[in-house]
């Protein structure tokens, strides 16, 4: 089962069970350990041309760091994509195997939400609420820990976020997808750290490969003609080859943009599967799918020569 256009709330899970969840769609190859709510670890590794050689060595490391086997896990979650061809299949490959062999479920997240929504978690922080500190060290910026909290005003009019998850495609061209963040209102009594009193999470559009300058003009269109206008649209993601269009949507656009290079995180993955886990929600194992967006180079070339 995959995760598609569906609102989420952003509450951790209710399941007391452990999760393993993978991402391998970019050049960070992640793997988070989570025991019902709680994440017990989390691993990254850069090397995009090994991933095959490393995935599995950390899920064992990971699990032998906890003093768990595979066979403990009551399910998985992976990003199904879209990103590195190979990546993908990397990953999904690694995680319906699992799956299939520990008749465990296992749950496909779209990693372009996974992507959004982690930043959206910890580059926030309501007024005189600090963003979590794990925050501050898993960017992916010119060097680690360069990440800056985004602030919230409860006083504006608008408390929604547009997050604009961006992976190279080439070209000019990137992975893309829209998601709103919309702060809840509340008072000086509220506990902030239960983060499903804090905001809602919302798919806007679905995951798919654009050009990126008109991509940046819909956008604009979309938030000047909705009736709920966002009060920031924030770029995440690979954002240092499209400064200039970012930039220029900037300065056309009356609401505030942001952009900010950020890392792909599998405690992302596990937190969007968790309500799936919690309700025990079927899976198949051999219908999860990876989610290519686009012909891969051999395919296009194929259908040439037919």
């Avoid at 938030?223 to 206008?229: F, I, L, P, T, Y």
Wanted: proline residues 5%; aromatic residues 6%.
């Amino acid at each position: 089962m995959t995760i598609t256009d569906q609102q989420r709330n952003g509450e951790p899970a209710r399941a007391e069970g452990r999760m393993l969840a993978i991402d391998t769609s970019t050049a960070t190859m992640t793997v988070a350990l989570f025991e019902g709510s709680t994440m017990l670890g989390e691993r990254h590794n850069m090397s995009e041309r090994n991933h095959s050689l490393y995935l599995m060595p950390t899920i064992q490391e990971l699990l032998s760091e906890n003093g768990l086997l595979p066979a403990d896990l009551d399910g998985l979650a992976v990003g199904v994509g879209p990103g590195s061809y190979t990546g993908v299949r990397i990953g999904v490959t690694v995680a319906k195997t699992m799956a299939w062999t520990l008749q465990k479920p296992v749950y496909g997240v779209s990693s372009l939400e996974a992507l959004a929504y982690g930043a959206a978690r910890e580059l926030f922080r309501a007024d005189g609420h600090e963003a979590p500190a794990e925050a501050m060290a898993i960017g992916a910026g010119k060097e680690a820990g360069e990440l800056t909290p985004l602030t919230v005003n409860a006083n504006k009019d608008s408390l929604r976020t547009w997050f604009v998850p961006l992976m190279d495609a080439r070209r000019g061209q990137v992975y893309t997808g829209l998601f709103e963040r919309n702060e809840r209102r509340y008072t000086s009594d509220v506990n902030h750290e239960a983060e499903s009193d804090a905001f809602s999470w919302t798919r806007m559009r679905s995951d798919g490969i654009q050009l990126m300058e008109p991509w940046a003009a819909v956008l604009q269109e979309m938030a000047e003609g909705s009736g709920q206008v966002p009060a920031r649209i924030v770029f995440i993601g690979d954002v240092e080859p499209f400064r200039a269009i970012i930039g220029r949507l900037a300065e056309s656009w009356s609401g505030d943009v942001a952009s900010q290079p950020f890392a792909m995180k599998a405690s992302a993955v596990g937190r969007l599967a968790f309500p799936l886990l919690a309700e025990g929600a079927p899976s198949d194992a051999h219908g999860l799918l990876p989610n290519y967006t686009q012909l891969t180079e051999a395919e296009n070339n194929l259908l040439g020569r037919v």
